[in-house]
């Protein structure tokens, strides 16, 4: 079982900069893949970042490379997503989010089972 909690999320103007962290409960976040995904009203929710759980492997949804970067720490059951150049577009509540098999590299939304309660970033124009 992992609980998470997300945090970070806020106001920003376009071209600004947020840094979102997912703090991690459980003794084996160290052995959970880790994703960021996003959802905006009226829409799906979309794949944003994913990191292996030794860090080595990271993937970037189309829409955020370049701009995002996904890390973690394991001391201390974190994981962050570094958003830069941030666009209106980029609206939507973010959240982490760990597989049901812990070490799935997958960046589809339906083999992820625990969940944040998620956070709000919102980017204006």
């Known amino acids: 079982q992992v609980q998470l909690v997300e945090s970070g999320g806020g106001l920003v103007q376009a071209g600004g900069s947020l840094r979102l962290s997912c703090a991690a409960s459980?003794?084996?976040?160290?052995?959970?893949?880790m994703g960021w995904f996003r959802q905006a009203p009226g829409k799906e929710r979309e794949f944003v970042a994913i990191i292996s759980w030794s860090g080595v492997m990271t993937g970037y949804g189309d829409s955020v490379k370049g701009r995002f970067t996904i890390s973690r720490d394991n001391a201390q059951n974190t994981v962050y997503l570094q958003m830069n150049s941030l666009k209106p577009e980029d609206t939507a509540a973010y959240y982490c989010?760990?597989?049901?098999?812990?070490?799935?590299?997958?960046?589809?939304?339906?083999?992820?089972?625990?969940w944040g309660q998620g956070t709000q970033v919102t980017v204006s124009s």
């Open positions: 989010a760990a597989p049901k098999v812990g070490r799935s590299y997958t960046t589809y939304a339906r083999d992820y089972d625990y």
């Open positions: 459980g003794r084996t976040f160290s052995s959970y893949t």
